[in-house]
């Protein structure tokens, strides 16, 4: 765990980077800290290790104030991931992530095969590790970047804005891998970025900084979008809030039964509906057809909504079938039903707004 | 009217000749520096003989290239044609890599837009890619100016007489002025050719506040 | 042409005291004292102005200062200034070496600084970050990500040296500057420029030597390796080009 006590940082010059600032990472979450440029977000996650010293409050890393520890030692034990990675250009892949192991002391033969397990903890090939930076992609550099920061297995890991270098295409792929080696290694993670919709995607907790280092509001995603504290904080997560907290709300709607055409199949009579949804052997949706179309084209549907899933993506899903009707699915991916858009907004309408405590779900995987 | 005990008319004189010596190498190593530099970025294949073939030529000692020279030009070893060409010998070596690297830092995109607009290469060349490595050149070519300045006093040892003749003569007579004076010519003369490729750079590019 | 290699193949002029050997051994000897004594005081120099930043505009200015002042003014001043100072065999090579080591600290110098401060600033920040003590970051990341440009300057200062080191035959250093300037004082043609080619030869095979050297302590992974990186970036040119 992460404690910040009124933590400062004014420059000789007077400038003040961050003003008074008092929160906490609870340990084995994400903790975001957000906000436009010039809100203090990097100095205060580099004063976490002591990168920026801060001139006022103090800092606890598990209980212990930063203050009066070893300033390298303090960041050997925290891994450290910056924007552009930061490799050493004369370092072999595997060089770089030994970095850390060496620095503790540790062999040259335990730092590598150390190395090599982080490597594919990040999903890097082996064949990566003799490599040089120069030689990898922007998204493979971050990961080597990530790997080199897990190497000596560390409690906490700081990140500044670790995937806004990377290609957009490559950034949601990685974003994801993030949460769920996240999750399978309970660290505790302090994340800064300018990226709102990086920070809900990503957050567990949200701080949300104003220019002046001063922290604007505090709380879950949900929260967030639900709540905003002000009228910067508003603003700043943007005009479609309204729409994205429905990301974090669970689904009250009726699931109407489906009478689909099983693949290979003609015509079938009964349903009359226009539209007809084709499923697969194991009962897996397809796509629709229109019983008009004579050439029975399969028209590949809208997204598809988890049985449990949030309104976002039961309305996602209604609104982008060509029936009108959202395909919902189990965690097979076998048909459950269908649901019709009135009846999502219907139910949006009726659930109730949602609080600090609302579970968090991963976006993408619905 | 004297110097540290060198007449003036002389300083003049022989710092006239020791501008021809230095300048004129400058002039022509630029003009076959900027088609040698062009080729060696056109084709990519070119780029490392010619880059690596010109240094080679600078790292062949001043003395000893003023030497070898008349062997292979014919002419008279105090001819003051052979530091002539030995300082343009040292200035393509120098701009050479110069106006390669120069035009290479030219932004893909600028040059992509230039083409799409209509440019042929000949003119794109001229309108855009030359003008947009003018920077870059004229660093390279305050470098080769300033080396050629120090270097082209050695010829004082051939036998060739600019400004470096003070040094031999303050020399053999055991007189530190014309040394002094020499050398004080030299720096002048090398500040003078500093001034104006920083004049003329930033006369070429009028869109940087200020040309350094 | 034919007297020049006539010379060259002649093999009296290979043996004795002033022979062809002993007088590029001698040439190479001062070189390379020079050249470690201008490293001595220039790699500190150009690490502290480097690492700290601080004294930066002084050493630019010096260094372009110096390329400016003309090597053999300088020398004739050492020679004219110490001479009567000094006593004994060292009174010929000191003024020389003083003025060799003067002539090349500026080119290490600048090459080290310039090496180190374009050390990508994330790097030095990713180390930092990651625990390593100032000198660490010094010894492990800056210095290696240096070495290409310190180097070329170590280079481009022992050209210097080899050069000036050849007019200082006229001060009377030894080397193989003497077969330049002896073969003038007599008017033997094939002698100077028999000792030119050496001359010349020397300081392309100095300059090839540091080049391997280079070669073998910068890490392949700021080259680019053998062409690996610039294959994969025209690669990348060709992808851009049909997209």
């Known amino acids: 765990m992460i404690r910040l006590e009124g933590v400062g940082k004014r420059y000789p010059d007077g400038t003040v980077a961050v003003d008074d600032l008092s929160l906490e990472a609870p340990r084995g979450r994400i903790t975001v800290l957000v906000g436009p440029s010039g809100c203090g977000k990097t100095t205060t996650l580099r004063m976490i290790n002591r990168m920026v010293e801060p001139t006022s409050g103090r800092i606890l890393v598990d209980g212990e104030d930063t203050a009066g520890m070893d300033a390298a030692r303090l960041r050997r034990s925290i891994g450290y991931v910056i924007q552009h990675a930061g490799l050493f250009p004369h370092r072999t892949v595997l060089g770089n992530v030994m970095t850390v192991p060496r620095l503790h002391g540790w062999s040259r033969a335990r730092a590598r095969e150390r190395a090599r397990e982080v490597l594919e903890l990040v999903g890097l090939e082996p064949a990566h590790a003799r490599r040089y930076p120069s030689q990898l992609s922007g998204g493979q550099q971050q990961r080597v970047g990530v790997a080199r920061a897990l190497a000596a297995d560390p409690d906490v890991l700081l990140m500044d804005e670790p995937f806004s270098a990377v290609d957009p295409v490559v950034r949601g792929g990685l974003q994801q891998e993030f949460l769920a080696l996240q999750e399978r290694l309970g660290t505790t993670i302090v994340l800064v970025t300018h990226d709102i919709d990086e920070a809900i995607r990503l957050g567990h907790r949200i701080a949300v900084l104003r220019e002046g280092g001063t922290l604007a509001q505090f709380s879950s995603p949900a929260d967030l979008l639900a709540h905003p504290a002000d009228d910067f904080v508003a603003d700043f997560v943007g005009a479609d809030r309204g729409y994205r907290a429905l990301s974090f709300q669970r689904a009250q709607v009726p699931i109407h039964a489906e009478q689909p055409l099983r693949e290979g199949t003609g015509h079938a009579p009964g349903s009359g509906e226009a539209w007809r949804l084709v499923i697969d052997a194991d009962g897996r949706p397809l796509g629709w057809r229109h019983t008009d179309d004579p050439e029975e084209r399969l028209r590949l549907g809208g997204t598809l909504a988890q049985q449990d899933g949030t309104l976002r993506s039961m309305l996602d899903a209604a609104l982008s079938a060509p029936s009108g009707r959202g395909v919902v699915v189990d965690d097979r991916g076998v048909l459950v039903g269908t649901v019709r858009a009135d009846e999502v907004l219907r139910a949006i309408q009726q659930a109730p707004r949602p609080t600090g405590d609302t579970v968090r779900t991963a976006e993408g995987t619905e | 009217m004297s110097l540290l005990g060198v007449d003036l008319a002389t300083v003049l004189e022989l710092g006239q000749d020791h501008l021809l010596l230095a300048g004129v190498p400058l002039l022509v190593g630029l003009a076959l520096a900027i088609p040698l530099g062009w080729l060696a970025t056109r084709r990519g294949w070119l780029y490392p003989p010619l880059v690596a073939g010109t240094g080679l030529l600078y790292t062949i000692p001043s003395l000893a290239l003023f030497i070898l020279l008349p062997g292979f030009l014919g002419t008279r070893i105090l001819d003051p044609v052979n530091v002539l060409v030995a300082m343009t010998v040292y200035t393509l070596a120098l701009l050479t890599r110069t106006v390669a690297d120069a035009l290479l830092s030219v932004p893909g995109h600028v040059r992509q837009a230039a083409t799409a607009m209509g440019y042929g290469p000949a003119r794109r060349f001229l309108a855009v890619d030359l003008p947009l490595a003018v920077p870059v050149i004229s660093a390279g070519l305050r470098v080769a100016a300033v080396s050629n300045v120090s270097i082209v006093s050695v010829a004082a040892l051939v036998g060739v007489s600019q400004l470096g003749s003070l040094f031999t003569d303050g020399f053999n007579r055991n007189a530190m002025g014309p040394i002094v004076v020499g050398v004080i010519g030299c720096v002048v003369l090398a500040v003078l050719f500093d001034l104006v490729i920083l004049l003329v750079t930033r006369l070429l590019t009028p869109w940087k506040v200020s040309a350094s | ?243």
Do not use: K
Request: aromatic content about 4%; proline content about 6%.
């Open chain 3, 1 to 243: 042409m034919a007297d020049v290699l006539a010379w060259l193949t002649d093999p009296a002029n290979w043996s004795g005291q002033g022979g062809i050997p002993a007088q590029a051994l001698a040439h190479l000897r001062y070189s390379v004292i020079a050249l470690l004594l201008a490293c001595l005081v220039a790699v500190p120099l150009g690490l502290y102005v480097g690492h700290t930043g601080r004294g930066r505009v002084v050493a630019v200015n010096i260094a372009g200062a110096f390329r400016a002042i003309p090597s053999l003014g300088v020398l004739f001043i050492a020679v004219l200034l110490l001479l009567p100072r000094l006593r004994g065999e060292l009174a010929f090579e000191a003024p020389s070496i003083i003025v060799l080591v003067l002539l090349a600290v500026p080119p290490v110098l600048s090459g080290v600084y310039a090496g180190i401060e374009q050390v990508d600033p994330a790097a030095r920040d990713a180390a930092h970050g990651m625990g390593m003590r100032p000198w660490q970051v010094l010894a492990q990341v800056e210095v290696p990500c240096a070495l290409p440009l310190a180097i070329a300057g170590i280079r481009s200062g022992m050209l210097q040296i080899i050069a000036t080191a050849t007019i200082a035959a006229v001060v009377g250093l030894g080397g193989l500057g003497r077969f330049l300037i002896d073969g003038q004082a007599v008017r033997d043609y094939p002698q100077m420029a028999g000792g030119a080619l050496l001359v010349a030869a020397l300081a392309l095979g100095t300059d090839l030597v540091l080049g391997l050297a280079q070669r073998a302590v910068v890490s392949p992974g700021l080259t680019g390796g053998t062409g690996l990186r610039a294959r994969s970036a025209t690669a990348l040119d060709r992808r851009l080009a049909r997209g």
